[in-house]
C-alpha cells in the first residue's frame, strides 16, 4: 500500500491534504510540496509530549501518574518563582519575549548564574559573541564554573551541546536567529522559527532539561512569529517596561504548570535586575502633591496592589478639536472615561488639548483605573486638585455609574499602609481598614462633588458645575 501524501510548504510549515497553488497559511504561491506522512501522524503543537515513553507504555490509570513529574524547581530568584509558581519544571519549554532594552538576556542570565551554581546551565547564544556575553556576566558580577556557553545559529549544532554538556537549565537566545540547515527558508522567517520552537520542545522533554527560548516582538507588543509557536510552548511570559523607567513587570500570559495570576517586580539598576516586593516608594517616590490633574489609583498586578499615580494636563488647542495624548493607557478606554465624564457629570472638555499618563512607565489597563483617571481629568480641567491622602478606584459605565472591582479590601489596606487616609470607592465596597475615610458613592457626578476641594479660586464661570457646588 503506498504511503499517504501530506503537502507542507517550504516557507511557513502549515500542511494541507491536497496540492494547491497557494498557501493557505502565508499566502506564498507554489511552495507547497508533497512528502510521505510518516506514522502517528502530522507533527504539530504538543506532539513531543511522548517522548519520555508514554506512547510506548500505553494508556495508565491517571492516578498512577507520578505526581512529581511536573513538580518545579526553583530559580533562586524570588520574583521569577512568583510568576512561574515556585520555578521551572524539567522538561518544560517556556518562551519569554519582550520589548528591546527592557532586560531580557540580563534577566535570564541571573537565572542561569544562580542555577549554575548547583549544576551545569547552559546559554545557547544565537545573536552574540561568546564574549559579549562574558563582558554581560562580569557587570552582573557572577561568573560560576558551571555555567556554560556556546555561540552559534546552527539549530543542529545547538541540540548537540544541549545534550553533551548534560545542562539541566538551557536558555537559547534567541530562538529567531536559530536556522535548520535542512529548510530552505532564511532564519527568523514562519517555518524557520516553528521548526526551532518544535525541535527545541522536543529535546526538554528527551533529556529533562528546563528550557527557555527568548522571542521576538511585533509592533503590537505580542510575540513574533507563527502562532503556533504559543502552543508549542508550555509557558508563555512577557518581561514589560519603559526602556527609559527602572521599573520591569514579568507576568505569565500562558502557564500550564499553575496560573497566570502572579506579577513579578524588578528595578533595572548597573548590577542587573533587582526585586521590587514593595514598589509603592518606587512608583511614588518623586510625586508632587497639591497639583491639579494627579490622582493616585490603588491598582492590582496580580494578586499585588501596587499603587499608581495617574496625570493628566489640560491646555488651549490651537483651533479646532483638541488632540489627546495617551501614554500608559488605553486610548480607547481613555476616550470612553473622557465622553462619559462630559456627558454625565457635567465637566466640560471643549476644544481643550489633553494628556495622559500612568507615571513610572507602567502599563494600566485596569478597569478599576478609571475613576481616578476621570477625577484626574475633572481636576485638571477646573484647577482643583485632589486633597492629600485621597485615592480612588473604580469602573465607570456608560451611564456614569460606578461599578465594583475585585479585591477592594486589599487595595484599601495597601493605601493605608503607605499613609493614605481617605478614598473615593464605588457604593456598596466593603468598609475600609481602621481609621481610612471610605467615600462609597454611586455615580461618577458623586464622586466628583465628594473627592475635590479648592485649593485656589479660578474663574467660576469656567469651572464645571460639579466642581462648583462642590466649593
Known sequence: MPPALVHRCRCCGVTAQRWMGRCPGCGEWNSLEASALPRGGVSGPGAGAADEG???????????????????????????DRVLGGGLVPGSATLLFGEPGTGKSTLLLQVLAAAAVGEAALLVSAEESAAQVRARAARLGSLPDRLLVHATTDLDDAEAAVVATGARLVVVDSVHTLADGELPAPPGSLAQVRSAADRLARLARRTRAAVVLVGHVTKEGGPAGPRALEHLVDTVVCLEGDRYHRLRLLRALKHRFGSTGEVGMFEMSPGGLRAVPDPGALVLGDRLGDVPGSAVAPLLEGSRPVLVELQVLACSGAGGAGRRNVQGLDPR??????AVLECRAGVGLGDLELFFSAVGGLRVGEPAADLPLALALASAVAGYPLPGGLVAFGEVGLAGELRQVPGADRRLAEAARLGFGRAVVPARTPPGPP???????????EA??????PVRRPDRSSAPPALVDAG
Open 54 to 80: 508514554s506512547a510506548t507504555d500505553g494508556p495508565r490509570r491517571l492516578a498512577d501518574v507520578d505526581p512529581d513529574g511536573a513538580r518545579p524547581v526553583p530559580t533562586g530568584l524570588g520574583e521569577v
Open 448 to 453: 466628583v462633588a465628594a473627592a475635590y476641594r
Open 435 to 445: 481609621g481610612m475615610d471610605v467615600l462609597a458613592v454611586g455615580s461618577l457626578a
Open 333 to 338: 478606554r481613555v476616550a470612553t472615561v473622557a
